[in-house]
T-cell receptor
Framework: AQSVSQHNHHVILSEAASLELGCNYS??????LFWYVQYPGQHLQLLLK??????LVKGIKGFEAEFIKSKFSFNLRKPSVQWSDTAEYFC??????????????FGAGTRLAVHP | DGGITQSPKYLFRKEGQNVTLSCEQN?????MYWYRQDPGQGLRLIYY???????QKGDIAEGYSVSREKKESFPLTVTSAQKNPTAFYLC???????????FGPGTRLTVL
């Protein structure tokens, strides 16, 4: 069955530390990959996405992610976090099914807390 | 101002009552989705609809029902058959093709 695994459920960092959040997926077909972020009290919003082309994608607020097909991974990175990056981060894979249906499969999420 | 609206933001119901959560979008998106978010479990798909008058069960459809009579609207009914209905419910829509899903602000349902 298709699944998405996020390795860390809780991450605590100090400001200016580097961030890497792991994401691995299990799906044999062509994938579209996403990272969403949910800031406290706000909508879930898109951080970045990968559909094809350059496997290193850049998103908003200085985030980037690298798609490594051989490792089925799409890790999220930021060289220097800020207090305002405190949020919950979700990795997701878009899976295609017969009949042309597609759906997003989410990981369990990683709660990031950044201390000043 | 385009977007997805969900109402109400907070909803309280007694056990055994059905309740309907509203989701409206003015983005002209064909596809709409309902998710349930529980702590530590991410988002789990309840139902989705690719076009009007068509919808498919997601991973946790039991105890829920939907309708898609209009492109803009995709209401979710949480029935008394849903064993653990207290949760945060998120609605999303997508334009189609290579595009991401856009999410509404969510409805927090508490069943007493």
């Amino acid at each position: 069955a298709q699944s998405v695994s996020q390795h860390n459920h809780h991450v605590i960092l100090s400001e200016a530390a580097s961030l890497e959040l792991g994401c691995n997926y299990s799906y044999g077909g062509t994938v579209n990959l996403f990272w969403y972020v949910q800031y406290p009290g706000q909508h879930l919003q898109l951080l970045l996405k990968y559909f094809s082309g350059d496997p290193l994608v850049k998103g908003i607020k200085g985030f980037e992610a690298e798609f490594i097909k051989s490792k089925f991974s799409f890790n999220l990175r930021k060289p220097s976090v800020q207090w305002s990056d405190t949020a919950e981060y979700f990795c997701a894979v878009n899976a295609m099914f017969s009949g042309g249906y597609n759906k997003l499969i989410f990981g369990a999420g990683t709660r990031l807390a950044v201390h000043p | 101002d385009g977007g997805i609206t969900q109402s109400p933001k907070y909803l309280f119901r007694k056990e055994g009552q059905n309740v309907t959560l509203s989701c409206e979008q003015n983005l002209n998106h064909d596809a709409m989705y309902w998710y349930r978010q529980d702590p530590g479990q991410g988002l789990r798909l309840i139902y989705y609809s690719q076009i009007v008058n068509d919808f498919q069960k997601g991973d946790i459809a039991e105890g829920y029902s939907v309708s898609r009579e209009k492109k803009e609207s995709f209401p979710l009914t949480v029935t008394s058959a849903q064993k653990n209905p207290t949760a945060f419910y998120l609605c999303a829509s997508r334009a189609g093709g290579h595009s991401e899903q856009f999410f509404g602000p969510g409805t927090r349902l508490t069943v007493l």
